[in-house]
């Protein structure tokens, strides 16, 4: 079966994706917000990961997992500097 041309796997990817950045930008705000988004974002790219696991082979699954980590420690500064510019406009209104 051909993994990459599979629109699932491309799908399941793109959660992943969206996942650690809500994740990271998530971290950065935690701040001034709640546990639970943190936790929730945290089931969710869980959930995705198990799923790749079960649906492709546990090789893509552990590729998945190593591509989250170094997507998040690429993502990270990405999503401090977000979120400093949007603190910076927040605070600019007052």
């Known amino acids: 079966m051909e993994v990459l041309g599979d629109p699932r796997f491309s799908a399941m990817i793109l959660c992943l994706a969206i996942s650690v950045f809500s994740i990271t930008l998530s ?26 696991f079960l649906v492709f082979s546990w090789k893509i699954g552990l590729l998945c997992l190593v591509g989250s980590y170094c997507l998040g420690l690429v993502l990270s500064p990405v999503s401090g500097r977000i979120v400093g510019l949007l603190r910076k406009d927040l605070t600019r209104g007052r």
């Not at 701040?31 to 936790?39: H, T």
């Open 27 to 52: 971290g950065h705000f935690r701040k001034n917000m709640e546990d639970a988004l943190f936790g929730f974002l945290g089931l969710v790219w869980l959930t995705v990961s198990i799923v790749v």
